[in-house]
């Protein structure tokens, strides 16, 4: 959820549904209290508990947290300015019921780094939520600081003050929590890094609010209900023909690595065109696959291939209900030829990768004849799926490395939109841009899939997939379930030691554990 997605439910909420902004507050305290309650349950003193509290709706959030722990026994003491200008009508209500309660003497003004030392066992921050738009900079930049340093449990209301919600950027300073309690959805700076790496343990707590958000994300519950169901009287032809278009004689390894990838989702055949001379190491590997070898495209890939030869190519993948092409075909002349061939020649959903990205990029000819395979495509409900990592984003959009991420997204959203596809952003947080103007966020995975061939694994699980479901569908779990088989690599092998090749072994023990 973005912060004015958020932002439009809490209107939605108090206008509409007529629950008040104080009882939202009342419930959001309640909610963080019961988390804090729970997680220092084998406290064997009375708890002590530092609140820092903003002047907005987030500082409110704590002023009225602060008063439920006082009343259930700990020992709270808030850091706040004095007379704040500008606080939000709510953050001086809830200071307001403090003073009536006689808890002002609680309250300290001044942040000394002597008091705030002193042996707390919580640090709650409360101090800027989901709305902030600048970097932190100053005392409070510095109120932060010496709390990251402090050992007790760390807890962040909605989101650490400092990361951004809608990019994950961290704006100056970022609080470093162990807990963050957070509300109605998740945001997008919970899933995205750096932010992410801020959040420590992400609780989202239902307190009412109601509205609509474009984003969503997975879990195994989920995944589990998604995967394409197997049935007792079917056959091979009865889960779908995957086709990949990959690998030239220097290549090998990636057309490998998607064949091997898009077995792991279970279609019932999987088809490869690539260069004769990988039809021998396919075999020994993959012998299930049926193997089929380009041509028209010349060994001296500078050189025209043959037009009619490279559309007899397509003949065996006419049956295939879906199509991957571009992981190491390469991206010479005869490779831009057959891409225009593909365009015109292919009717089902198709993922585009690699190389088939880089022409796409490079060669005017082929990004129109793409636009027009969309459209085409779109007459039927079917679409093209884009697998960029951010540097081949870049060049298909002609953004500068020096873009903000916050840019980044906002051109990927629209260039999904614009161009009527399903825009797949790879990163340590992977991102799928629908052309409605949804969007998911992946949260499976770990450092050690940032190895050569993984993007051709993912390629091979996302076809194996559509060729059996629902594009937008296909896209999201194999994204989910691609990270998943990157943990489980990680956690037999660990992250380091991890090849490419051990995504797609252990994705099967995934999909057995989800299936049980």
């Known amino acids: 959820m973005l912060a004015a997605e958020m932002q439009s439910a809490d209107q939605y909420t108090q206008e509409t549904l007529g629950l008040s902004a104080t009882l939202l507050m009342e419930r959001a305290a309640l909610a963080v209290a019961d988390v804090i309650e729970q997680k220092t349950k084998d406290c064997d003193h009375k708890l002590k508990v530092a609140v820092l509290c903003g002047n907005g709706n987030n500082g409110g959030d704590g002023l009225a947290l602060g008063r439920i722990l006082t009343e259930r026994g700990c020992f709270v003491r808030f850091f706040m300015e004095k007379d704040p200008e500008n606080a939000s009508e709510s953050n001086l209500y809830q200071r307001k019921v403090l003073t009536n309660a006689g808890y002002d003497s609680k309250f300290s003004y001044a942040f000394d780094e002597t008091v705030v030392s002193q042996n707390f ?49 961290v704006m100056g300073v970022g609080f470093l929590a162990d807990i963050t309690v957070s ?23 239902k307190i009412g609010v109601e509205g609509e958000s474009c984003g969503f994300t997975y879990t195994k519950e989920d995944a589990k209900k998604l995967l394409p169901k197997r049935f007792d009287s079917s056959n091979k032809g009865s889960y779908g023909k995957a086709g990949i278009i990959a690998g030239s004689a220097q290549t090998c390894g990636a057309a490998m690595l998607s064949v091997l990838g898009a077995f792991t989702m279970g ?30 495209i010349p060994e001296d890939e500078k050189e025209e291939g043959d037009a009619d030869l490279l559309a007899a190519s397509l003949l065996p993948f006419k049956d295939c209900n879906a199509i ?63 697998t960029p990592h951010k540097r081949e984003f870049a060049k298909l959009t002609g953004l500068s490395e020096k873009t903000s991420f916050r840019e980044l997204l906002e051109v990927a959203a629209a260039y999904a939109e614009q161009y009527g596809v399903i825009l797949v952003l790879k990163d340590a947080c992977t991102m799928i841009f ?51 088989s990157g943990d489980a690599a990680a956690n037999a092998l660990s992250m380091h030691a991890m090849r490419a090749s051990d995504i797609a072994k252990y994705a099967s023990c995934v999909i057995s554990e989800l299936e049980k």
């Open 121 to 169: 066992d919580v640090y709650v921050d409360a101090l800027f939520g989901i709305g902030l738009k600048r970097n932190i900079v100053g005392n409070v930049a510095e109120w932060i600081r010496v709390v990251n340093r402090m050992p007790g449990l760390k807890v962040a209301v909605d989101i650490p003050s400092g990361v951004n919600t809608d990019t994950g950027e």
């Open 183 to 205: 509300f109605a959805s998740a945001k997008r700076g919970h899933v995205l890094y750096p932010g992410r790496s801020y959040c420590g343990e992400v609780l989202i707590r």
């Open 267 to 296: 279609p019932g055949y999987v088809k490869l065109l690539s260069d004769a001379q990988n039809r021998n190491p396919l075999m020994y590997h993959a012998p299930e696959a049926l193997f089929y070898a380009y041509k028209g």
């Open 324 to 386: 991957a092409v571009g992981p190491g075909l390469g991206t010479g002349k005869a490779q831009e030829e057959f891409l225009m061939t593909i365009f015109e020649q292919v009717n089902v959903s198709t993922v585009l990768d690699a190389d088939a990205l880089t022409m796409v990029s490079e060669n005017i000819k082929c990004k129109e004849a793409l636009r027009e395979f969309v459209k085409r495509l779109a007459k039927d409900d079917k679409y093209v799926i884009m």
């Open 434 to 484: 629908y052309p409605d103007g949804g969007c998911y966020m992946n949260q499976s995975g770990n450092p050690g899939m940032s190895t050569a061939g993984s993007g051709d694994v993912l390629t091979g699980m996302m076809v194996g997939l559509l060729a059996q479901m629902d594009a937008k569908q296909a896209a999201s779990l194999a994204v989910y379930l691609h990270g998943l």
